[in-house]
């Protein structure tokens, strides 16, 4: 089968690869979109460590079963699907306790590190277990599907928050992960809700949206703004999807006295926090890291245009398309944010 695969940092090639090994409680699927994630044009120049070559990268996909292993029940040949990006065991501490995200022998679709290698799906078939697979609502297109992964990412990080409806909230970085946050927000009952760039067009997709109101980071004083549009208490909570130090900071800042931050933006492995401000104003400080569970609620909420994602895919191409379109999302292009390619 035809792969796209990272032959080396930087470079990619289409390759003829061995078709997938289906074990005995897996499912082959003939994949019909993958988009390529934030974190593959982050690790394809060996920065990152999780892209080690040769690696056929790909995790946000959906697809078409194609075959099944011997144990497998519940499938048949010719349903629609798509699956985790994360592969967990199901029997450790934290998958008997529902914390699939925190399994202990975590593995991720299309990635190569010092722990493990798995093939992801830029390629035209993949295998995965049956206990990763979820059905597709009908009339779900292949294209929005595969953005289940990152809706799951956004509505994982919401959820950590003690959101009572009506709450004030702030985002902290309005890419493809924090547009979703802003819809997660408007979902969970948040109201208002402001977000927080660097890019004007970034800002006005935000507010297209759902977000209230935008501010420009380098141009105003973001968390005096907001107070002075919650009555100088500062937001009920706050997402901060960057992770870089001034991220953080403007994030702390804007929340009230016993506010809360989710913290999912993970660009610099190491911030400086303000830690009297987190210690005196009391403030929680959550970690939210991928999904655990919420597919079914997000191809719902996808399917039912409450989180709409057709505005955040910029563009479509074939698995031959892919190396052009790494490179120019690897340039940071203005105006692309979610690229979907049809293996």
Same mark, same amino acid.
């Given at each position: 089968?035809?792969?796209?695969?990272?032959?080396?940092?930087?470079h990619f090639e289409? !390759?003829?690869?061995?078709?997938? *090994?289906?074990?005995?409680?897996? &499912?082959?699927?003939?994949?019909?979109?993958?988009?390529?994630?934030?974190?593959?044009?982050?690790?394809?120049?060996?920065?990152?460590?999780?892209?080690?070559?040769?690696?056929?990268?790909?995790?946000?996909?959906?697809?078409?079963?194609?075959? !099944?292993?011997?144990?497998?029940?519940?499938?048949?040949?010719?349903?629609? /699907?798509?699956?985790?990006?994360?592969?967990?065991?199901?029997?450790? @501490?934290?998958?008997?306790?529902?914390?699939?995200?925190?399994?202990?022998?975590?593995?991720?679709?299309?990635?190569?590190?010092? *722990?493990?290698? %798995?093939?992801?799906?830029?390629? *035209?078939?993949?295998?995965?277990?049956?206990?990763?697979?979820?059905?597709?609502?009908?009339?779900?297109?292949?294209?929005?599907?595969?953005?289940? *992964?990152?809706?799951?990412?956004?509505? @994982?990080? &919401?959820?950590?928050?003690?959101?009572?409806?009506?709450?004030?909230?702030?985002? /902290?970085?309005?890419?493809?992960?924090? =547009? !979703?946050?802003?819809?997660?927000?408007?979902?969970?009952?948040?109201?208002?809700?402001?977000?927080?760039?660097?890019?004007?067009?970034?800002?006005?997709?935000?507010? %297209?949206?759902g977000a209230d109101?935008?501010?420009?980071?380098?141009?105003?004083?973001?968390?005096?703004?907001?107070?002075?549009?919650?009555?100088?208490?500062?937001?009920?909570?706050?997402?901060?999807?960057?992770?870089?130090?001034?991220?953080?900071?403007?994030?702390?800042?804007?929340?009230?006295?016993?506010?809360?931050?989710?913290?999912?933006?993970?660009?610099?492995?190491?911030?400086?926090?303000?830690?009297?401000?987190?210690?005196?104003?009391?403030?929680?400080?959550?970690?939210?890291?991928?999904?655990?569970?919420?597919?079914?609620?997000?191809?719902?909420?996808?399917?039912?245009?409450?989180?709409?994602?057709?505005?955040?895919?910029?563009?479509?191409?074939?698995?031959?398309?892919?190396?052009?379109?790494?490179?120019?999302?690897? %340039?940071?292009?203005?105006? =692309?944010?979610?690229?979907?390619?049809?293996p």
């Open positions: 089968m035809k792969a796209l695969v990272l032959t080396r940092y930087n289409i !390759l003829d690869v061995v078709e997938p *090994e289906v074990g005995p409680d897996e &499912v082959l699927i003939e994949l019909r979109a993958c988009g390529i994630c934030g974190s593959d044009v982050h690790g394809m120049d060996g920065s990152t460590g999780r892209r080690i070559p040769p690696i056929i990268m790909g995790h946000e996909a959906a697809g078409v079963i194609a075959g !099944l292993g011997p144990k497998v029940a519940g499938w048949k040949v010719g349903d629609r /699907v798509t699956f985790d990006s994360t592969v967990s065991c199901g029997q450790c @501490h934290f998958c008997t306790r529902g914390r699939i995200n925190l399994c202990d022998r975590r593995r991720v679709l299309g990635v190569s590190c010092a *722990e493990f290698r %798995r093939d992801g799906a830029f390629a *035209e078939r993949v295998a995965v277990p049956q206990h990763i697979l979820y059905r597709l609502p009908d009339g779900l297109s292949f294209e929005h599907a595969a953005m289940v *992964e990152p809706v799951s990412i956004a509505v @994982h990080a &919401v959820g950590r928050l003690p959101i009572r409806l009506g709450d004030t909230a702030v985002v /902290v970085g309005t890419g493809m992960i924090g =547009l !979703l946050v802003v819809q997660a927000l408007r979902a969970a009952g948040c109201a208002p809700v402001f977000a927080v760039d660097v890019a004007p067009s970034r800002l006005e997709l935000a507010r %297209r949206l109101e935008g501010f420009l980071a380098n141009q105003a004083d973001v968390p005096g703004e907001i107070l002075r549009r919650t009555g100088g208490r500062g937001a009920d909570v706050a997402v901060e999807a960057v992770g870089l130090t001034q991220t953080v900071a403007t994030a702390v800042a804007s929340v009230r006295k016993g506010g809360a931050i989710a913290l999912v933006g993970n660009l610099s492995p190491k911030v400086e926090l303000p830690l009297q401000a987190a210690v005196t104003r009391e403030l929680t400080l959550l970690g939210s890291c991928a999904s655990s569970g919420e597919y079914p609620a997000c191809l719902d909420l996808i399917a039912r245009g409450t989180i709409q994602v057709e505005p955040l895919i910029t563009g479509t191409g074939r698995l031959a398309d892919g190396p052009e379109w790494l490179a120019r999302l690897y %340039r940071n292009e203005e105006g =692309l944010l979610k690229v979907i390619l049809r």
